[in-house]
């Protein structure tokens, strides 16, 4: 049976990335573990992490306050599957009628495929590799 064993990480789209890195970092205590950018378009990320969660945050010159037409909040989640093979999850999710609109993509010792939920958050589905002595 396929089933998720832990929440890996939550990524977050951000208007003020210095506003919110102060909220996570400073106000909260979340240790912050890594910044980039900006980038040529003016985006930043950042990575904070609470106890072995990470929260991934990115900002864009053109991300507005959440309203109905240009919600700012979630990016996507990530679970870590329990399964003996992406293959395996492949099919568990071709046999529910679940698209895979990225992947698989293999990094950092994992394996990810991205899926919709049902109100369009994407969701990445990770397989850890065995590491190997």
Not at 46 to 58: H, L, R, S, T, W
Not at 65 to 77: C, F, I, Q, R, T
């Amino acid at each position: 049976m396929i089933r998720p064993k832990a929440l890996d990480h939550l990524a977050l789209k951000v208007t003020d990335m210095d506003k919110t890195l102060h909220f996570y970092h400073q106000v909260l205590g979340l240790e912050l573990l890594r910044t980039s950018g900006p980038n040529a378009e003016g985006g930043r990320s950042a990575v904070v992490q609470a106890g072995g969660q990470k929260i991934d945050m990115f900002y864009r010159p053109d991300f507005v306050s959440a309203d109905k037409e240009n919600p700012v909040g979630m990016d996507h989640l990530c679970l870590i599957m329990d399964t003996a093979s992406v293959d395996d999850l492949v099919a568990h999710l071709s046999q529910s009628n679940v698209e895979i609109f990225w992947g698989p993509v293999e990094r950092h010792g994992s394996t990810s495929v991205y899926v919709y939920d049902p109100d369009g958050v994407h969701v990445e589905l990770r397989l850890e590799r065995e590491k190997t002595a």
